[in-house]
């Protein structure tokens, strides 16, 4: 690495240290009424949406969005961050420069591959948590988005859900197959030598007791920054019988992920030579394998629904230091057995109806964590700093109670959350210790029919994380970890607590749908990563994570959608977010060994949240089978990280478009694509940091926008209709 800066290396060392330690909206039918089919009313297993209340989104009042696979394919991701980019206050940014690796951030909160970066986001997979136990962490690219059917988000504080849920969920809800046997094949490719190939079978068994869903695809890019290649594989198969009074399914699910890695640039290299790659030889290698079985039992009162599940997750990282410094390597190893029971019933009380449900869930994770300092390339060894194991284990237990009486809905609940977290130094067993959390969060609200299709809710709800397991590993300033070569057996830190205040509501109005919230998050205890004031040597730096007293998120996210007649359908979305600091504090920076200061004040921004964010686009159905595509994101300023004081210039907001063509029929589909389609130059991610090829200077360290990327995607389906 021929340039690197300290709080560059803290970015760095995040991610080395993920090997280091374990309806809104219902859309208005646009089907005409005479050539709808019927279908047998089938249970979803593994929803996150609360089924208490006469509609969707009753019993849950928060902003909360279902997005179909129309919607999805439409679009055309690769990946879950691609897509979500598109809704109402989420945005990404990139600070290790691959395209599989972005971070997700919505109102103020994270879902992140990044390792040590807080994650505020909770994401599922037929609701089985996919944070991973050792630090939270999301890997995107290890997410089945080509065997999804359905996506359900929720904005806000999700009481029931969970550690991690502080500003909202994402479930992906998968294909269970059904109906007549059919296939599906697809091919894409693009330049940057991009190319992916999926296919998918689905359909019944055993006279059509069963219903099956099996598929498997391979993703490849050499990337538009130099060595940036990377790839992905997955297989994933769904075997169950669901039927109006019982059902069980079946699942298994693999995954593997390589990714090389660029970074930031300085802004002298980012406006020169964009592509450049001064980082390379960082990788990051992961493999992934879920199983589980759920299932459900309907009952003269009630549904009682249970699931059972079994993930291993592995990860190996390499980064990549200065000359004269050893590389670092980084392994980690998660185990999670899991499980969970859930409850529900309704019964009339008086001319109300009352619905109540009662769950737990529960699981134990292995995580081991070893760390490396690698001389090899001047012929030194490989010498191990860190062997860290955490055998971890969490109950929660939850209540949820909603009253509708005439078109009002009053609903009310709790979470408890218990979680221990021991720490087993394998190098030194004197230095073991073990950490304990416990936390009961309430939620109430009520939700209002108010007619003609206008419905209104509000809602305050209490939200919790656990310290992860890296975090607790690090967190004593009198010990300073050197990241990333070892951790340590520090001090507890406390756990995130968080409040949300929301109103909101969603109107349809013949063939538009409209919907508003405005929300306000007081958060205490937030964690961060903090560098010690110690100067760094070579390329490590020496931190340490710690709470942050009071830090606050509000804002406004209101969004459009028009359904026109003929199947166009037309969106618009804006998002304003405030994210600030409500206590002093004094957060390392780069900049204050160069006269500048990072001394946090009360109403100071977070970095890397933009304050606004503007949306739009559409869909249109052409003649003879043709239909064409467009979206446009602006999204605002924000402060650059290592500038939480607010000192100095923000970076850049941009706008990006992108669009599409296509042609099906004949069970035929062939679509072009194409991001960021005016070449616009943008950065995504900006910090602070010390140009040591550039004559030692302080710059701007920024990540560049991914540059035009055209694809074609041809599909060939088989066989008896649509799922």
């Known amino acids: 690495m021929t340039s690197t800066l300290r709080a560059a290396r803290i970015g760095c060392a995040l991610a080395l240290l993920g090997a280091a330690a374990p309806l809104a909206a219902q859309q208005p039918d646009s089907v005409r009424r005479d050539t709808a089919i019927v279908l047998a009313p089938i249970e979803v297993v593994g929803t996150i949406l609360a089924p208490t209340g006469p509609k969707i989104g009753s ?60 994650q505020g986001i909770s994401v599922f997979l037929d609701g089985v948590r996919q944070n991973e136990p ?10 089945p988005m080509e065997h999804v059917t359905r996506i ?9 859900l969970g550690r991690n849920s502080l500003g909202g969920a994402v479930n992906l809800v998968t294909n269970s197959g059904g109906g007549a046997t059919r296939g599906e094949v697809e091919l894409s490719g693009g330049n940057y030598k991009t190319f992916g190939g999926n296919a998918s079978v689905a359909g019944s068994a055993g006279q059509g007791r069963w219903s099956y869903y099996a598929g498997g695809g391979y993703n490849r890019e050499d990337g538009w920054r130099q060595l940036t290649e990377a790839d992905q594989y997955n297989g994933f198969f769904n075997l169950g019988r669901l039927t109006e009074t019982w059902g069980i399914r079946f699942q298994g699910y693999g995954a593997k992920a390589r990714a090389e890695t660029a970074g930031s640039l300085p802004l002298s290299v980012f406006r020169t030579k964009p592509d450049s790659n001064l980082s390379s030889g960082d990788y990051e290698d992961l493999n992934n394998l879920q199983l589980a079985v759920s299932g459900y039992r309907r009952t003269a009162r009630g549904q009682f629904s249970a699931s059972v599940y079994g993930r291993r997750h592995r990860a190996e990282r390499f980064n990549v230091n200065q000359e004269d410094d050893p590389d670092n390597l980084g392994k980690s190893r998660n185990l999670v057995i899991g499980g969970s029971a859930d409850y529900r019933w309704d019964q009339s009380v008086g001319g109300a109806t009352l619905g109540l449900r009662v769950g737990t869930e ?67 067993a004197t230095r073991d210790t073990t950490s ?138 804006y998002a304003f977010t405030k994210a600030t600091f409500q206590s002093e504090a004094e957060i390392f920076s780069i900049r204050e060994d160069f006269g500048g200061e990072n001394e946090v004040e009360v109403g100071d921004e977070m970095p890397l949240v933009p304050s606004h964010q503007v949306k739009f686009g559409g869909s249109v159905n052409l003649s ?44 035929w589909e062939i679509v072009a694509v194409g991001n960021n389609i005016f070449q616009n130059k943008y950065a995504t991610f900006g910090t602070f940091n010390v140009n040591q090829g550039g004559g030692d200077v302080l710059e701007r360290f920024l990540t560049p926008g991914y540059r035009r990327v055209v694809r074609l995607v041809v599909r060939r389906s088989f066989g008896g209709g649509e799922d």
């Open 362 to 428: 529960g699981s134990v994770a292995r995580t081991e964590v070893e760390l490396f300092a690698d001389s090899s390339k001047f012929s030194g060894p490989l010498v191990q700093t860190t062997f860290v194991k955490s055998p971890t284990w969490d109950v929660g237990t939850y209540a949820l109670a909603s009253l509708t009486t005439g078109r009002v809905t009053f609903s009310a609940g709790a979470r408890y959350d218990y979680v221990r977290i021991p720490f087993e130094n394998q190098l030194d």
């Open 59 to 118: 019993g849950i009042p928060a902003r909360t969005t279902i997005i179909s696979r129309a919607q999805i394919e439409a679009i055309e991701p690769r990946l879950l961050s691609d897509f979500l980019t598109t809704q109402a206050g989420i945005s990404s940014y990139d600070d290790l420069g691959a395209s599989y690796k972005l971070s997700l951030s919505s109102r103020g909160f994270y879902a992140s591959p990044v390792v040590g970066l807080p």
């Open 134 to 143: 050792d630090a939270a962490q999301v890997n995107f690219d290890l997410l």
């Open 624 to 667: 003879r089978g043709f239909f064409a595509g467009a979206d446009g994101r602006y999204i605002g300023s924000q402060y650059l990280r290592g500038d939480e004081a607010n000192e100095e210039p923000k970076l850049d907001g941009y706008f990006v478009a992108d669009a599409r063509l296509g042609w099906r029929g004949q069970g």
């Open 436 to 573: 304990s959390y416990s936390r009961l969060s309430p939620k109430a609200g009520v939700s209002v029919d108010a007619g003609s299709g206008l419905t209104l809710y509000g809602s305050v709800g209490a939200a919790y994380r656990a310290p992860a397991v890296i975090e607790l590993a690090c967190a004593d300033e009198a010990e300073p970890c050197p990241l990333p070569f070892a951790l340590g057996d520090d001090p507890p830190i406390k756990p995130v607590r968080a409040v949300t205040y929301e109103v909101g509501g969603s109107l349809i109005a013949g063939n538009a749908l409209l919907s508003a919230s405005a929300y306000r998050t007081d958060v205490r205890d937030d964690i961060g990563l903090f560098a010690s004031d110690s100067s760094p040597s070579g390329s490590t730096i020496e931190g340490y994570f710690d709470n942050l007293d009071k830090t606050r998120r509000l804002g406004v996210e209101a969004s459009a959608t028009l359904f026109v007649r003929g199947g166009h359908t037309l969106y618009a979305n």
């Open 152 to 160: 359900e988000l929720l904005s806000g504080t999700s009481s029931l």
